[in-house]
Nanobody, 124 residues
Framework: QVQLVESGGGLVQAGGSLRLSCAAS????????MGWFRQPPGKEREFVSS????????LYADSVKGRFTISRDNAKNTLFLQMNSLKPEDTAVYYC?????????????????WGQGTQVTVSS
C-alpha cells in the first residue's frame, strides 16, 4: 500500500514562508520522480515543481520560480517544498505525487500516486 502524507500547511501572511513535507511509504522512494501540485479554490489542479530521483534535476512553474525550492531526502523517504515570499495567489491545497517515469514531469497524468493534500492559505 503506497501512502503519501503531506504536512506543514497552514495560514501565513503575505511575504511569509512555509515548508511542506511529504512522507512516502514507497519502498523504493529513491527511484521515483516526485512532484508538487496545487489546486486553488474553484480552479484546476496545477503543476508547482518536480524533482528527479537523484535530486539532480528540478523543474518549477513560472509562477513559483525563485520563491519555491523542492528537495528530497531519500534516506528518510521525504519530499520537501520550501515556500518563501508567499502571495495570496499561492493559496491552494498542495499535493505531493510520485511517478516511476524518468525525468521531471509537469503533467498530473504522468503521476501514479497522490497524497491527500495540505491546505496553504496566504492572507493579504
Amino acid at each position: 500500500q503506497v501512502q503519501l502524507v503531506e504536512s506543514g500547511g497552514g495560514l501565513v501572511q503575505a511575504g511569509g514562508s512555509l515548508r511542506l513535507s511529504c512522507a512516502a511509504s514507497l519502498r523504493t522512494f529513491s527511484m521515483y520522480t516526485m512532484g508538487w501540485f496545487r489546486q486553488p479554490p474553484g480552479k484546476e489542479r496545477e503543476f508547482v515543481s518536480s524533482i528527479t530521483w537523484t535530486g539532480s534535476s528540478t523543474l518549477y512553474a513560472d509562477s513559483v520560480k525563485g520563491r519555491f525550492t523542492i528537495s528530497r531526502d531519500n534516506a528518510k523517504n521525504t519530499l520537501f517544498l520550501q515556500m518563501n515570499s508567499l502571495k495570496p495567489e499561492d493559496t491552494a491545497v498542495y499535493y505531493c505525487a510520485a511517478t516511476r517515469e524518468y525525468g521531471t514531469r509537469s503533467s498530473p497524468r504522468d503521476y501514479n500516486y497522490w497524497g491527500q493534500g495540505t491546505q496553504v492559505t496566504v492572507s493579504s
